[in-house]
């Protein structure tokens, strides 16, 4: 009962940041995602994780209706070995209750051996760290990269903004919803999904992924994307200038692993 009155407050405020033009917006069906964050150590963790996720993990979540589900390691980022796990749901309850849920499936726990019981001594990870986020208003559902669909070389940029408050964090969304979801995609940076934290660390902030063919079309792609003059009087409105709405940016580029979905 607690946890869910604590949803309740957060998705509460979630909703007291939008502004009067997003809220009187059509309610579409939003997605909700947990973002984890898996820190293994170098060895035999990551071999122990890629069985889990392919064989375990990802089949049970898919019988829960969480789907697809992407698992990626970062290529470029603070920290290596990480994956990054991508789940998308409909329903709230199910993203939130989902280790109890796994706790529950049989077929899930004998598959899920030996990562899912391993001893203290030799943990199958070092720590994982969980977001729960809402899709925003104007995307309210992952979009499945072509390259998935077509099984060909993709990569992942993974970017996370924080604000310092939560009246710059509102500007911010606003500029996606007014304009910057066109100027991403005239630029040819594929986006998968962005969205709005709702629990987790480093609050206020949203996090969104584009998705390219490689290194050299993000780099071309941002390029465009910074050189659009639509963009410039966007980010030259005195609504969005006028302090710096974003204090930090976390820049991941990640690579799928073989059995991701996405």
Not at 52 to 57: D, G, R, S, T
Not at 93 to 121: G, H, M, Q, R, Y
Not at 133 to 159: D, S
Not at 166 to 187: L, N, Q
Request: charged content about 20%; hydrophobic content about 40%; overall charge neutral.
């Amino acid at each position: 009962m607690q946890r869910r009155n604590f949803l309740k407050a957060a998705l509460a405020t979630s909703a007291a940041t939008m502004t009067p033009e997003l809220q009187a917006q059509p309610s579409a069906s939003h997605e909700y995602y947990q973002l984890r964050r898996y820190s293994f150590r170098s060895g035999p963790q990551t071999k122990a994780a890629d069985q889990f996720f392919a064989n375990a993990f990802i089949p049970a979540a898919n019988r829960m209706g969480l789907s697809p589900i992407g698992v990626f390691r970062v290529d470029i980022g603070p920290q290596t070995p990480t994956y990054y796990v991508l789940i998308p749901g409909s329903k709230l309850e199910t993203i939130v209750d989902l280790d109890l849920l796994l706790a529950a499936d049989s077929e899930f726990l004998k598959l899920a051996e030996p990562f899912w019981t391993s001893s203290a001594k030799e943990p199958p990870f070092e720590r994982v760290e969980s977001t729960l986020y809402k899709a925003f208003e104007g995307w309210p559902k992952l979009a499945i990269p072509t390259a998935t669909a077509q099984k060909t070389k993709r990569i992942f940029q993974l970017r996370t903004y924080e604000s310092p408050t939560y009246g710059d964090h509102v500007r911010k969304v606003e500029m996606f919803h007014h304009g910057e979801f066109a100027f991403f995609k005239k630029a040819g940076c594929e986006a998968v999904f962005y969205s709005d934290g709702l629990i987790g660390p480093n609050l206020p902030k949203l996090t969104y992924m584009l998705t390219f063919p490689d290194t050299a079309a993000l780099e071309a792609g941002w390029k465009r994307f910074v050189d659009d003059p639509d963009w410039k009087k966007l980010s030259s409105d005195p609504r969005y200038n006028f302090e710096a709405i974003v204090s930090n940016v976390d820049n991941l580029v990640l690579s799928p692993l073989p059995y991701s979905q996405i």
